[in-house]
Structures are given as C-alpha cells and as structure tokens.
C-alpha cells in the first residue's frame, strides 16, 4: 500500500466553507419560516411534515443543526467550573436535538424515498458529518472533562443509568481517537472521511444495481410454472420501462426470487441468478469491487492506528461475542452439520432433476426450484397454496394480535391529521396496557423505485424524555414484499411473513424502551437481534395461524391438514438455507479479520478461495456477496454479519423459556422479557440482560434443533 500523504486538518466548519457557493445559493430557497424542520411541528404527535420538506430544506436544517451542536460543545468545554455529571455528561448527551432531527428524518427517507437529488444531499453531507463527529471526539478540553468525571464516578452519587451513560460517553471518546496524538488524530480524520464516503458511494451503486439490473423475457412461454400474480407484476414493470409486451424482473428479492422458486425455465432462472449475485460486479460504472477493496484497507488501517491488529479486533471489543475467535467458534459449531445436511439436499435435488431428464450436475439456479418441487414430493407440500392464506393485512393483524397477547399492547390505525411520506405506508397509534401512547408505527411493506434492498426497522423519533414526560418514539418497519396484482391480494411467502414478524420484533423493542439518556438507547449489535428474530417463533405457531391466516377468496381459517405440513416440513432446505447464510458471515469475518491488505486485493477471488477451503458446496453462493453485501460494506453490520446467528442462540433458547411452561403467551415469562431484554436499552450489557431474563446463560442446542441440524 502507498505511503498516506498527510493533508491539513479537516473540520466541518472548512467543509462547509468549502461548498458554500453552491450551498448558500440553495438554502437562499429555503428559508427558516417555511422550512418546517426548523420549527417546532404542530402535527399530531409532532410528527414532521414530510410532504413539505425539500432537499434544500433538509441541507439548511443539518447544517443549522451542526452550527446549534457545535456551540453547545463549546460551551460544555470552556466551562471553568470543576466538571460534573450534570455540568458535562448530562448536557452533552442531550446536545444536538436539531441535527438529530433533521438526520432522523433525512435518512430513512433516503433509504426509502431516495431521488437524485437526496443522494447527491447524501454525498455532500458525509463528509461534514464525518468532520463534525471528528471535531467533536477529538476535542482535548472536552475529553479531559469527561475523563474527570469517568475517573471520580467511583465517588460521585449517580444511578446505574448514569454511571453507564458516563462510561459508554468516555469510551466513545476512547474509540473515536481522544487518546491519539495530534499526527494521529489528523490520520483519523481522513481515514473517516474516506471510509465515509466510499460506503455511501457502494451503498448508492447497490441501489441502482437492485432496482435498474433487469432480465427480460420475451414470450410467456418462457414463464411457464411462474404464479400468475408474478407474471402481471412482470408485465407491468415491462410497460412501466417501455417494453409492452415483454415481461421484466428486477433484482429486488419480490421480483427475482418467484422466478427461482417457481419458474421451470432453466435459463430464465440462470439469467436472474447471474443477475443478482453479481449486483456491483459487472463490467459497469457502478462495479464496486475496488470500493470493497479499499474500504477493507482503509478499515484495517484505522483499526491499527487505535491500537488493534485487525478491523474486527476492534470492532467486536465491545460486542458479547468480544474476540473473532468466539466468533468463528460459534461459526465452526454450526458449519458442518449444515454442510452434511446441505449435501442431503442436493441429493434430493439430484432425484428431482432425473425426473425432468437432466443428468448433469445441479448449479446454483436450480437450487431454490428443485428443493422446492423435493420439498412437495416429501410432504405433499405446495407453498403457493399456503401464501393463499397470507395475505398482507391479515399478517399484519397476526403480528398486532402476538404483541397483544404478550405485552397487552393495542394498535389504532390513525388515517387522519397524521402526515405520510408515502402513499402505501400507514400510520398507527401504539397503546400500552394501561391505555396510555407507547409509540407510533410506521408499516411501509412494498416495493418501489428509491427503496433500497432488503427489510429493515429504522425511526423518525427516538424514545426520549423532556423533563419528566416519556415522549413516545416513531418506528417505521421498511420491506419489499410481494404486492397486490390485478387478480389477487398481496399474498406472502413464509419467508416474508418471518420477515414481517422479525422487523417488528425490532419495533417493540423501540416500542418499549425506557431511558432517560440518549447514550444507553442502543444495544450491542450482536444482541440487537435478538429480540427481532425471537418474535418470529410465534409466526407460525397454530394457535397464531387461527387468527390470521385467512383464505383471501373465501375467508375460512387455514386448515390443520396444511399447518401440519407447515410444521413437518419446516426444517427441509435448512442446509441451503444455514450454509448460505454462514457463508456470508465468514466472508466478512475473514476480510477484517486480515491484518495486512494486499495492494491487489480482489475481493470476489478471496470470497471464492476461503469458502472454497471450507468445503462449501458449489451451487450455494453466500446469502450475499462482498459486492452487494450491504450489511458488512455499507456500514452498521462491519465484522458483525455474524450477529444473526449469534442472537439466535439466544431466541432459540429464550422461546424454551416459554415453551417450557406450556403456554407460548405465558404472562410470567413475557413481562420478565420485557422488563429485562425490552426496556432497558444498554444500560447493561447484553449477556447480563439475557441472565437477568433466563436465568442462565444460553445454550446453542435449541438452536440446532430449531434448523434440522441436530
């Protein structure tokens, strides 16, 4: 790797200066009495104003917002008075209220609603955001005062909620350069800003290859085995990208997938597979390859300059999981037992292909097809005919009617005086078991041009206090499910309605947390996860389905014939399904566990190499590859892909709780999940929430049972 040449200090305020031109002549539109994010809002529940705000809106309010943050810093650090809790921690932690505003509200639009122009305001912002945080984190007079504090806590007569919030505010500083010499720190701040600007660079280039890769078909012959829903959905995309005529899939999982599942044309589903497993590695401007490449350099060299030997060392100190090495221990556990029952799998793939006359070898693209057709020849089961009776909205009453039952939660629908950022969401009210508003919930469950890939839970508020008043969070759950067609209503996929149940499972936890201070809002990554993948055991429980799997035509309950075939085939493909899964959390481990970075890294070839040494069998393809793995080049799952398995331990062993009594609802068991795991936020860590909730650290046998692996 060349030798870094050393620029001048960046800080925000140079940024800004340095884009001021163009800045002022665009906020010169937006001025403070019409742009509503620099008001207080006087829509019910304070919601903003979403269909008001404009991109220049929001680059005046960030901006605004940084210039409000940056004085509030100052003052904390000039302050002459010996430094206290409630002098420096306290005003610290509830400093920059109108930068968090405006970034809360710019950001899940982005990632929803993203135009041109948000991502160009996406660009221009990263850098200044970077050198704000920078500027902050590396101010000396600043540490030194909340080291103070952190060193006498000892002595000082706070709470454990506030002996955790100077900790977690000191070590922030620890990890965000204070510690380093002013060589060093300038080092920093170009490292950030880089690494900064390449994940928004990758992220916008995945978006793009998601929804603008298309393959076209070009008869409905070559659709045959296709649901017919799909095929008009197919149809309209080819209208709407001026194909009449044609049928056309994009590379969002509700476009792509049926095709693979359903579609007997061999082609077709290598085309889409091809398509899809090679977003961001295509000979085109938006090959993110040497992103990749260079975000795993720069990563490994920050990580260096704070002391550890690789990205991942640094990044899982302050996991649960705290070493790569009890990661790839847990990794190791899991891996051959899935891979043997894998290889069982492509033996009964192998069994069903003979039936169609082929005798070569299966590959990649035939994978999800023939274990669907060896799933109905096992079981007599045909999933198509179980999405009949999962249809969007019902789903949504089945995962209302599982909090309920749990937490003695209400939901009310609110269609008026409440402003909406996109036609197809909607809005609810949240009530707690005492009637009193616990939240506000978003649900944005389909597709569209400007949303990016995937399934995800973010908020527009966070649950907050203003003096003794709890003001209640706005959570949005954001997916790309299967839309209505012409004929038929939005019917759903097992997969997706697991989907549905776990980004909801992230949305009670937003739901119900209760702290007084920002700095312990968030949980260790690897736990995160946690109370999101627990809620899916009760997606398909029988006594769940009887509330919300209804016939859409005929509207009778599903019958217990199906359900049982639900239960008795729903380990079948969890080979496929873990090893392609573990597959990917290697791919990222083994990136940042490196601790030098070749100069000609060529990520997909290192991806290919280690798996290829693990035994992987060659027709599963990592759940997702380094070029369009957002989780791990994206940002927010670096090191961390692995955590979905790592929580898992802990649901499949916390459901037991439950299952142990009897009752799935058991009231005991929910109100110590809630009170333990729910509402705490960090104010512990993770492992201590878990034991205060089970009463034992967790075993990872349920979870083998759960897969089939055991």
């Given at each position: 790797?060349?030798?870094?040449?050393?620029?001048?200090?960046?800080?925000?305020?140079?940024?800004?200066?340095?884009?001021?031109?163009?800045?002022?002549?665009?906020?010169?539109?937006?001025?403070?009495?019409?742009?509503?994010?620099?008001?207080?809002?006087?829509?019910?529940?304070?919601?903003?104003?979403?269909?008001?705000?404009?991109?220049?809106?929001?680059?005046?309010?960030?901006?605004?917002?940084?210039?409000?943050?940056?004085?509030?810093?100052?003052?904390?650090?000039?302050?002459?008075?010996?430094?206290?809790?409630?002098?420096?921690?306290?005003?610290?932690?509830?400093?920059?209220?109108?930068?968090?505003?405006?970034?809360?509200?710019?950001?899940?639009?982005?990632?929803?609603?993203?135009?041109?122009?948000?991502?160009?305001?996406?660009?221009?912002?990263?850098?200044?955001?970077?050198?704000?945080?920078?500027?902050?984190?590396?101010?000396?007079?600043?540490?030194e005062r909340v080291k103070k504090v952190y060193d006498e806590m000892s002595e000082?007569?706070?709470?454990?909620?506030?002996?955790?919030?100077?900790?977690k505010i000191y070590k922030r500083f620890e990890r965000n350069g204070a510690n380093?010499?002013?060589?060093?720190?300038?080092?920093?701040?170009?490292?950030?800003?880089?690494?900064?600007?390449?994940?928004?660079?990758?992220?916008?280039?995945?978006?793009?290859?998601?929804?603008?890769?298309?393959?076209?078909?070009?008869?409905?012959?070559?659709?045959?085995?296709?649901?017919?829903?799909?095929?008009?959905?197919?149809?309209?995309?080819?209208?709407?990208?001026?194909?009449?005529?044609?049928?056309?899939?994009?590379?969002?999982?509700?476009?792509?997938?049926?095709?693979?599942?359903?579609?007997?044309?061999?082609?077709?589903?290598?085309?889409?597979?091809?398509?899809?497993?090679?977003?961001?590695?295509?000979?085109?401007?938006?090959?993110?390859?040497?992103?990749?490449?260079?975000?795993?350099?720069?990563?490994?060299?920050?990580?260096?300059?704070?002391?550890?030997?690789?990205?991942?060392?640094?990044?899982?100190?302050?996991?649960?999981?705290?070493?790569?090495?009890?990661?790839?221990?847990?990794?190791?556990?899991?891996?051959?037992?899935?891979?043997?029952?894998?290889?069982?799998?492509?033996?009964?793939?192998?069994?069903?292909?003979?039936?169609?006359?082929?005798?070569?070898?299966?590959?990649?693209?035939?994978?999800?097809?023939?274990?669907?057709?060896?799933?109905?020849?096992?079981?007599?089961?045909?999933?198509?005919?179980?999405?009949?009776?999962?249809?969007?909205?019902?789903?949504?009453?089945?995962?209302?009617?599982?909090?309920?039952?749990?937490?003695?939660?209400?939901?009310?629908?609110?269609?008026?005086?409440?402003?909406?950022?996109?036609?197809?969401?909607?809005?609810?009210?949240?009530?707690?078991?005492?009637?009193?508003?616990?939240?506000?919930?978003?649900?944005?469950?389909?597709?569209?041009?400007?949303?990016?890939?995937?399934?995800?839970?973010?908020?527009?508020?966070?649950?907050?206090?203003?003096?003794?008043?709890?003001?209640?969070?706005?959570?949005?759950?954001?997916?790309?499910?299967?839309?209505?067609?012409?004929?038929?209503?939005?019917?759903?996929?097992?997969?997706?309605?697991?989907?549905?149940?776990?980004?909801?499972?992230?949305?009670?936890?937003?739901?119900?947390?209760?702290?007084?201070?920002?700095?312990?809002?968030?949980?260790?990554?690897?736990?995160?996860?946690?109370?999101?993948?627990?809620?899916?055991?009760?997606?398909?429980?029988?006594?769940?389905?009887?509330?919300?799997a209804k016939h859409y035509k005929t509207g009778k309950i599903i019958p217990d014939?199906?359900?049982?075939?639900?239960?008795?085939?729903?380990?079948?493909?969890?080979?496929?399904?873990?090893?392609?899964?573990?597959?990917?959390?290697?791919?990222?481990?083994?990136?940042?566990?490196?601790?030098?970075?070749?100069?000609?890294?060529?990520?997909?070839?290192?991806?290919?190499?280690?798996?290829?040494?693990?035994?992987?069998?060659?027709?599963?393809?990592?759940?997702?590859?380094?070029?369009?793995?957002?989780?791990?080049?994206?940002?927010?799952?670096?090191?961390?892909?692995?955590?979905?398995?790592?929580?898992?331990?802990?649901?499949?062993?916390?459901?037991?709780?439950?299952?142990?009594?009897?009752?799935?609802?058991?009231?005991?068991?929910?109100?110590?999940?809630?009170?333990?795991?729910?509402?705490?936020?960090?104010?512990?860590?993770?492992?201590?929430?878990?034991?205060?909730?089970?009463?034992?650290?967790?075993?990872?046998?349920?979870?083998?049972?759960?897969?089939?692996?055991?």
């Amino acid at each position: 790797m060349k030798k870094q040449v050393l620029l001048p200090v960046l800080t925000a305020s140079m940024i800004i200066a340095g884009c001021a031109t163009q800045t002022n002549n665009d906020m010169a539109k937006a001025t403070k009495s019409t742009n509503k994010l620099l008001t207080e809002s006087t829509n019910r529940h304070g919601i903003e104003s979403f269909e008001d705000l404009t991109t220049n809106d929001y680059r005046q309010a960030t901006l605004e917002g940084i210039r409000q943050h940056k004085a509030e810093i100052d003052a904390i650090a000039n302050n002459k008075k010996t430094p206290t809790f409630e002098n420096t921690i306290a005003p610290f932690d509830q400093s920059g209220k109108l930068l968090e505003r405006a970034e809360m509200t710019f950001g899940p639009l982005d990632d929803s609603n993203s135009t041109d122009s948000t991502r160009a305001l996406s660009k221009e912002l990263s850098p200044i955001l970077s050198a704000h945080s920078d500027d902050i984190y590396m101010n000396q007079q600043l540490f030194e005062r909340v080291k103070k504090v952190y060193d006498e806590m000892s002595e000082a007569d706070l709470t454990h909620e506030q002996q955790k919030v100077v900790e977690k505010i000191y070590k922030r500083f620890e990890r965000n350069g204070a510690n380093l010499s002013d060589e060093d720190k300038e080092k920093l701040r170009k490292l950030n800003l880089e690494i900064s600007a390449l994940q928004i660079e990758f992220s916008q280039n995945l978006l793009h290859e998601t929804n603008n890769t298309y393959v076209v078909a070009n008869s409905i012959e070559e659709l045959k085995g296709l649901p017919q829903a799909n095929i008009e959905r197919a149809a309209l995309m080819a209208t709407e990208n001026g194909q009449p005529g044609k049928w056309m899939f994009n590379m969002q999982r509700a476009s792509c997938n049926p095709v693979l599942q359903y579609c007997s044309n061999r082609e077709l589903r290598h085309k889409i597979y091809d398509a899809y497993y090679n977003r961001g590695n295509q000979d085109n401007e938006y090959n993110s390859k040497d992103i990749c490449a260079k975000l795993v350099a720069l990563r490994l060299e920050r990580a260096k300059l704070m002391g550890f030997e690789s990205c991942a060392a640094q990044i899982l100190d302050t996991r649960m999981a705290k070493t790569p090495e009890a990661v790839y221990n847990l990794l190791d556990q899991i891996w051959t037992p899935a891979v043997k029952k894998a290889n069982e799998e492509l033996a009964d793939i192998r069994e069903e292909m003979k039936k169609d006359g082929l005798s070569c070898e299966p590959e990649g693209w035939d994978y999800m097809y023939y274990s669907d057709r060896a799933r109905k020849a096992k079981y007599n089961f045909d999933e198509s005919e179980v999405s009949e009776y999962l249809e969007i909205n019902n789903v949504l009453q089945g995962i209302f009617y599982v909090a309920n039952k749990l937490y003695g939660v209400t939901f009310k629908e609110v269609t008026e005086d409440v402003p909406s950022y996109e036609p197809t969401a909607k809005a609810w009210e949240v009530y707690d078991k005492d009637q009193t508003l616990l939240a506000i919930f978003y649900s944005d469950y389909y597709p569209r041009d400007g949303k990016r890939a995937g399934a995800w839970c973010t908020s527009f508020r966070s649950q907050r206090y203003e003096g003794e008043k709890r003001i209640e969070p706005i959570v949005v759950n954001v997916c790309s499910m299967t839309p209505p067609s012409s004929e038929t209503p939005a019917l759903q996929s097992i997969d997706n309605v697991e989907t549905m149940f776990h980004e909801f499972g992230h949305a009670l936890h937003s739901f119900m947390r209760d702290v007084h201070y920002n700095s312990v809002g968030g949980v260790e990554r690897d736990f995160v996860e946690l109370p999101s993948q627990i809620n899916e055991h009760w997606a398909f429980e029988p006594e769940v389905l009887a509330i919300y799997a209804k016939h859409y035509k005929t509207g009778k309950i599903i019958p217990d014939a199906l359900v049982k075939k639900i239960e008795e085939s729903g380990k079948y493909g969890q080979g496929f399904a873990t090893v392609e899964y573990l597959a990917a959390s290697y791919s990222d481990m083994d990136l940042h566990v490196l601790k030098e970075v070749p100069a000609d890294l060529d990520v997909m070839a290192f991806e290919q190499k280690k798996l290829a040494e693990r035994g992987i069998p060659r027709q599963i393809m990592p759940r997702y590859r380094i070029t369009n793995f957002s989780h791990t080049m994206g940002g927010g799952y670096t090191a961390g892909y692995y955590s979905y398995i790592w929580a898992e331990v802990l649901d499949a062993d916390g459901f037991e709780a439950f299952k142990e009594t009897g009752d799935i609802f058991n009231q005991e068991v929910a109100e110590r999940f809630r009170k333990y795991i729910l509402t705490p936020g960090g104010i512990d860590d993770g492992m201590t929430m878990y034991k205060n909730f089970r009463g034992s650290e967790p075993k990872i046998d349920a979870l083998l049972r759960n897969r089939g692996l055991k």
